[in-house]
């Protein structure tokens, strides 16, 4: 059932911001901002206002530009400094400023960091505490405090930590938020401080987590579990040194093993959507692998449980993908047999059955190149192209043919740095399309990309559709680690076209040759489907049959 | 203190080649078992013999290529087929055929899977845990028995998971390994479950967690801590879907968080060096964020704290990253690079100190060439030379000069099949030994390897010393995915120089420039230490100083 009151209090913006190589501009946080409203956290925390320029742009250009429909902002500041009361100090009036419903504060809660980071006696903190809280409170705030480094001060000093709880919420913060600040606790450990602390002070407790013990997600879980009722966290557990708690997993956690209703299970489904939002704002590489959202989740390998994979997907799936947006994909590997390749054959939108001739014969050829050194997983274009000949029974109908290639790279003396001015590529294609030639020369920072450069140069003002058609990355392996001299390679290129990713794979005792493979392979898929053949561009009569099998 | 008996199984050969875009050679897999056996775990799996040809073949090359000092090697398998004997079943022979000491059974544990994928009787099942148990250990064999599916399986028919657990261990299975398959427990579920099988059936357990609700740590370490004595895992938690329990991470938190000493101290502090040699070897991207070992698990973004941690670290670390073989860093000012140019240094034989002006001078070049996208922890020879060249404090001599060098490919029309024999590649380069100009041609396999045969025509009569070396593999990098069409790349090249095996590294916004970068650095180090230089081939009277700092 729905659980409004469990607080999901979401700090990208602000803790997350410490991820290396995260840069937002406000108009970014803004952009996150909606994102997670959308997904249906309670809290966002925007920044530390006063402290960070861009974090005060946020919350002014907030109050007229973010129209929150679910989640209430959050604005982050420390407590008043030593000696100075709360409501002159220019950090505490900066967080009033910010004019945010909820203002957290964090607070020291280890007597090592009171004494060594703030440089006051223990008893000044506690009266920073209380004395910043009351401030905030009697102006209308609703308060939280993160008790900063309170599980290793919990260890270190059990009673002055238990005080800080204490002062927190008899000056009237709502939740007192424990914080795993170092990222070093282990489950068990969370969970009995939080258990103990709860019983102790009767205070409401949230946890935040981070992730350099690999348990950032459990510690959470256990906190709650403990009777924590505010858990926060970050978007892809995004954060300094190893992370903070991924938000993203112990929602899904929540509601799918817990049976708690933390967010409605029809925004549930919006999670994968949010993730790829979010990642797409923070420019950040997003983990394949990150439980439920990422691309790989739900994706599986092995051929041995293919066949049972088809009867039962819930057999091999720990939930529905689908309950979070996410899809289940097989990919095809040399562990897979007939089942694997008809699985991936029906996520591609083929009807196949896996006792077919068809579905057998691209088995066969599949493991034929595979043992030649190819690999299709990262290919499912290479894999389409191999599948169409299959089930069609014939070679692939090709819309133009080569003739010849050459790429050429020459260097001169500056041989020590890079960037060399003096290095030069060039390649030149000659296809030969509907019957007639045409030879279009490229140039480029290396022979794959000159390659590419020519192909698009002679093929585009015929195939409309290549000019959409970007390459965006590619691998070199030599397959032979021991035989450098006549070592074969595969090589593995990647291309986004319109919102897709796909790739492509060739393999050839040339490395060059190789490249040119899975060149020609991006091409000829895009051309599978295109309606705008060549006919239309270079005047002959008789279009050419699409390729349909 | 040191717990020899506590195991620690690492199936990255076999169930982290699961992990999408995982492509293993043989060569890698010897590669990555020699690392795992230099860290100090205790079993490592190196695939499924009969079932996937290349772990075939890898068991074959086990026999005399890798000589374990630490590690046991394990084969995986399954029972034996419903119906079929287990002396005459292909996949059991195939098992014993691998000669591992140790054999890996997977056995179905969970009533849906007996029923649905195996599409046999649960007794059937039972038996052929049983019979093909026995007739392992009776070939001699330790016998390893992964129960597939158990914590599903032990929610849905507890009995008949026991009676797995059971049967297995009264066949004479050492440790039967209970399997989170779907990885959809957390950890409570996971303690809960092996203490109660623990009682249940006094039975030694192991366990072995997937990451799909973010907990396959915390599960690993629930699981421990409930009385199991075999960790599985892989390196960097590499796995189907979203990997399995990443063992670097239990390792440290076992030693570190539990003070249990599962591989010794001065193996923890190799930790960080092996997870980067396992990186380079599968060439999937390692995560910054990876606790203890990611680059980023010990770097603070030197905010308001950083007064604070200057005066004491240990505030505002969880442990010391010197114990994992790690080191703190601050994004603002790099202080550690220092230390760690010298510790290289020493390593490579050269007395320096961390706060000489040469090792400044090298630690603000590498920072520099780093940026660019050089890379030198595979480079070892690139970096000594870029360290002598600071220790004299001059540019390095070149006992020959580049004039300029070329290298074309040309393809023919058969653009479809591999090898195609048309395809021809051909390298020029041009140089200057002691004045004189030297033209050599070479052919190869694709522009790197033809540059490198034309290098060694022009230099090998030269400099003798430069026949012994053998390019090996390179690999080549694009550095910015998004952007194919200006993109740097970078190269490295390994090398093998009698019994030594070491590599270069070049970077240029040319790809075939990067390689060719780091063609020569190979030669400039072989050349380095190398008496016999050109005088003797060439004629001159004056011979060249021998480079030395």
């Known amino acids: 059932m729905a659980e409004q009151s469990f607080q999901l209090y979401d700090t990208t913006l602000r803790d997350g911001a410490q991820q290396e190589g995260m840069v937002l501009t406000v108009e970014d946080k803004l952009a996150v901002a909606r994102e997670l409203d959308t997904l249906g956290v309670g809290f966002i925390e925007g920044g530390w206002p006063g402290a960070v320029p861009r974090d005060t742009e946020f919350f002014r250009r907030a109050r007229t530009e973010l129209d929150l429909k679910h989640a209430v902002l ?12 709360a409501p002159v100090d220019p950090q505490v009036r900066a967080l009033l400023a910010a004019e945010t419903p909820v203002i957290t504060l964090v607070a020291k809660s280890h007597t090592g960091h009171v004494r060594d980071a703030l440089r006051t006696t223990l008893a000044e903190n506690l009266s920073m505490i209380g004395g910043t809280v009351r ?82 997600v459990a510690n959470t879980m256990a906190a709650i579990d403990a009777g924590a009722v505010q858990a926060q966290g970050t ?90 947006g996410n899809a289940m994909r097989t990919l095809v590997s040399d562990m897979g047999g007939r089942s694997s390749i008809e699985l991936k054959a029906r996520e591609l939108g083929y009807d196949v059955e896996a006792g077919s001739d068809e579905v057998a014969r691209a088995a066969t050829r599949v493991k034929e190149l595979e043992s030649n050194g190819y690999s299709f997983e990262s290919a499912d274009a290479s894999f389409e192209l191999l599948l169409r000949e299959e089930l069609t029974g014939a070679p692939r109908t090709r819309p133009f043919e080569v003739e010849s290639w ?20 060039e390649a030149t294609v000659r296809l030969s399309v509907l019957g007639r030639s045409i030879t279009a020369t490229g140039h480029g920072n290396g022979p794959v990309n000159a390659l590419d450069t020519a192909l698009h140069a002679a093929l585009d003002p015929c195939f409309p559709a290549l000019a959409r058609l970007q390459l965006v990355d590619y691998r070199v392996r030599v397959l032979s680690g021991e035989t450098g001299s006549s070592a074969a390679a595969r090589v593995l290129i990647s291309y986004q076209d319109g919102n897709r990713r796909w790739g492509t794979v060739g393999v050839d005792a040339n490395t060059t040759a190789a490249s040119w493979h899975a060149l020609l392979d991006a ?3 895009v051309l599978l489907d295109d309606p705008a053949r060549p006919a239309l561009a270079v005047g002959a009569t008789e279009p050419l049959e699409p390729f349909r099998p």
């Open 235 to 324: 978007a892809h557990g995004y954060g300094e040194r190893c992370g903070n708690a991924d938000l993203f997993t112990v929602i899904a956690n929540l509601v799918l093993k817990r049976g708690r209703e933390v967010v409605p299970l029809e925004r549930l489904a919006g999670l994968a959507a949010t993730g790829r939002a979010i990642a797409e704002l923070t420019e950040l590489p997003s983990s394949a692998a990150a439980p439920y959202i990422g691309e790989s989740a739900f994706t599986h390998k092995a051929g041995l449980h293919a066949s049972a994979l088809r009867v039962d997907p819930d057999l091999y799936q720990h939930t529905r993908p689908e309950l979070v």
């Open 523 to 525: 091409v000829h898929y």
């Open 406 to 425: 050459s790429v050429s790279v020459f260097g001169g003396s500056g041989a020590g740095g890079p960037h060399d001015e003096a290095v030069r590529t």
């Open 135 to 216: 401030h905030l409170v009697h102006a209308g705030r609703r308060v939280f405090v993160d008790a900063e480094h309170y599980f290793d001060g919990y260890q270190l000093n059990r009673e002055y930590a238990l005080a800080v709880v204490r002062t927190a919420a008899e000056a009237g913060a709502e939740t007192v938020v424990l914080c795993d600040t170092n990222g070093g606790s282990l489950p068990d450990e969370v969970a009995a401080v939080v258990a103990e602390t709860r019983a102790l002070t009767g205070v409401q407790l949230g946890i935040h987590c981070h992730n350099d013990t690999g348990c950032a």
């Open 74 to 85: 959050a604005a982050f500041g420390a407590t008043r400094r030593p000696g100075v009361p």
